[in-house]
Nanobody, 126 residues
């Protein structure tokens, strides 16, 4: 069982940046594909980006150019760097992991992820 924990959430002003991390104490994330999702109140969960074990990444069009996903293999964690943030980015952000994820944009399909973190709140003020 992989227990994921997100960290780095909090308040940020519009135009600012924030970096979230996803880690696990029960395994090594280097062996998993990882995806980031967010869910705002009253809205459906949205896939943001995913990172394959081989280093391949995919970011959703809604955040492309502002958000970047990456992996720190030495620290065995995955991060989500968010730049030029706007109030619409306010949401609870989740990371999810699976041993193998579908390629390309299909890696955002939440149906394939076995393990989920509890989420971290991000609030962007105008």
């Amino acid at each position: 069982q992989v227990q994921l924990v997100e960290s780095g959430g909090g308040p940020v002003e519009s135009g600012g940046s924030l970096r979230l991390s996803c880690a696990t104490a029960t395994d090594t994330l280097n062996d998993y594909a990882v995806a980031w999702y967010r869910q705002a109140p009253g809205k459906e969960r949205e896939g943001i980006g995913c990172l394959q074990k081989d280093g391949g990444t995919y970011e959703a069009d809604s955040v492309k150019g502002r958000f970047i996903v990456g992996r720190d293999k030495a620290r065995e964690l995955v991060w989500l760097e968010m730049n030029q943030m706007v109030p619409e980015d306010t949401a609870t952000y989740y990371c999810a992991a699976v041993f193998w994820a579908a390629p390309g944009s299909q890696c955002l399909g939440d149906w394939q992820y076995s393990f989920w973190g509890p989420g971290t709140q991000v609030t962007v003020s105008s």
